[in-house]
């Protein structure tokens, strides 16, 4: 039983209602904040050592054992991703105390930045199916609040950010009632929503033959991938991710869309591993999203929606992992998932600062910013480098491993497409940052940004150099993750080993 | 212009209302009932005396913060969600203490309840400051 686990739930929720209840006290709101952040950050960090030395933790809410009741799990893979997340929120929030308007964060952005924290940190502990669900819907409901605060550089009309999140709430409507009949189904034949125990049911009930319950795994295909943009349903994450402030843009294409990859990846290693049929569905899915996310992103001037659809594009290689469904490959797709929210998220951050100081959200309107911004210049290279693929930054290795993985599992026909993807990305990444910093232009200055938000760009530009010189490490851990998902019964023997097997 | 019907029905079934949900909130957690559900149930008692009478009218007669019963509430929830962890049990668990009282004889407190008031207020409170915003500055009357 780990009280840590239970604390990174629990921490989120008590932090939000704090900053509810002292929004008369603007400075120990903010404060307690950061405070409850770090402590978030380095809590986690602290989790994921802890599972690496001494395997699963769980905590049995209320004290209900697994299957009847709900357990928090953390495995190498929820711990892991938990960790990257708080850093990424850490990194938003302190972008936000410099950059939101404090009017705005004392009301309620702060307690739905904490809301959709908690939602998070749930998603990816939970044991229990239905729990999952209404964790999607905390996340859900917190975002829209966010998208349409207003922010300090109103380059963004409030029309806009209306539009943008009726659009994801109509969308997410209907994934979460598609999602909840996914759940029916499976709840109907297994009679369990305890994912282990699922795991070791519909494993069953399949090799009697019952394959309806593919039905489900379809319908989570959708679900998930509705929350990962993937094509066809990418359509909202351009509209949504640009038109949200930007440190919730950051949070967004960093984080939100990790979840519904996290999804994907205990669909097919958990409740549905080794069906050959939904792995191949995820990587023609995979193939679209990045050929498609990388041509549309090439066509784009808004600085902030080509960030979105390379964040579509870079979620095709992160899926053509989990598809092949090998140790590779998860251990490819967790490698990217894990850098892919520290370079989007401070490529967002980055693009905000940058839209600080030239007022522009379009290219074509930018242009000779490397003199004035050498800070801004230097970090959006770095992101540069790593969306495009290249050494010496973490995108590098993630778009190697991915290709090995490919290439081990005698998958051909995508090498090559990923290929021509991974072409198309350099062009795309090249382009706006040639756009932004070379050439002629205004320039501007880059005084304007504040210590406070070039902190968290400069750290997370950190990170990526990192995870790039230094990647072995984390592709330990990453190849120690995949191992520990590709086989469900470490996971069932952890959550319920009696009683879910009788 | 409401009928005299609306009016009186109006005032009969806020306090029908009002007493049926405390009474379902606090038969919650065994039997059929709950926070939510009590809240929910409280929150439309109110939202039909804002329409019946109008958000001018009922003001002039009572204001209450809604935005802070729902913050208090929240805290009330978060409280009790935590409690378990001082005492060493897991989260959202139930503490039951037993007491003795004098003429009631032996009367079992338990923490779910107040978790369930918690989430009471947070719903009342958040269902109303959303009647309220969107009943706007005219009257309904």
Known sequence: ?????????????????????????????????????????????????????????????????????????????????????????????????????????????????????????????????????????????????????????????????????????????????????????????????????????????????????????????????????????????????????????????????????????????????????????????????????AVLALGQLDIKRLLAYSSISQMGFLLLGVGLATVQGLAAAVFFLINHALIKSMLFLAAGGIMHVTRERSLDRMGGLARGAPLLALTFLIGVLALAGLPPVNGFISKLLVFQALIESGRLVYLLLALVGAFLGILYAFRAWLRIFWGRGSGGSETSVGGRQLAPIAALAGLCLVFGLLAEPLVGLTTAIAGQIMDPNVYIDAVCPLTCRS | MVSVVARVVTTTVLYVGILFSISLLLAGHNSPGGGFIAGAMTASAFTLLYVVFGREYVETRFRIRFRSISALGLAIAVFFLLLPLAFGLPLLSSLIWTIQLPLLGEVKLVSAVGFDVGIYLAVVGAILTIVRRSAGGESLG
């Open chain 1, 1 to 293: 039983m780990s009280l840590l686990v239970a604390l990174l739930v629990a921490l989120p929720i008590a932090t939000a209602v704090l900053t509810l209840v002292l929004w008369r006290w603007p400075v120990l709101q903010r404060g307690v904040a950061v405070v409850s952040s770090t402590a978030l950050t380095l809590g986690s960090i602290a989790l994921v050592l802890q599972v690496h030395a001494t395997g699963i933790q769980i905590h049995i809410l209320s004290g209900w054992p697994a299957p009847f009741g709900i357990v928090l799990v953390a495995d190498l893979l929820s711990a892991s991703l938990v960790a990257v997340s708080a850093s990424v929120f850490l990194a938003a929030l302190v972008y936000s105390l410099g950059y939101m308007p404090s009017g705005t964060t004392r009301f309620s952005y702060l307690p739905l930045f904490f809301f959709l924290h908690m939602g998070v940190n749930g998603a990816f502990l939970t044991g229990d199916l239905f729990n999952l669900f209404v964790f999607f819907e905390v996340m859900l409901l917190s975002i829209y609040g966010l998208v349409i605060t207003s922010e300090r550089d109103s380059l963004i009309s409030r029309k806009e950010k209306l539009e943008a999140t009726f659009k994801y709430l109509v969308l997410n409507l209907i994934g979460s009632a598609l999602m909840l009949l996914a759940i029916a189904i499976l709840y109907g034949t297994t009679g369990t929503l305890n994912m282990a125990h699922l795991s070791i049911r519909i494993d069953a009930l399949r090799a009697l033959g019952a394959t309806h319950l593919d039905l489900a795994a379809f319908l989570f295909i959708v679900v998930f991938g509705l929350k990962a943009a993937a094509v066809p349903f990418h359509f909202w994450l351009p509209d949504v991710h640009p038109s949200a402030p930007t440190p919730i843009s950051a949070v967004l294409s960093g984080i939100l869309i990790n979840v519904g990859a996290y999804g994907l990846i205990r669909l097919t290693t958990l409740l549905f591993p080794g069906v050959q049929v939904v792995s191949e569905v995820i990587l023609l899915v995979a193939i679209a999203t990045l050929l498609l996310g």
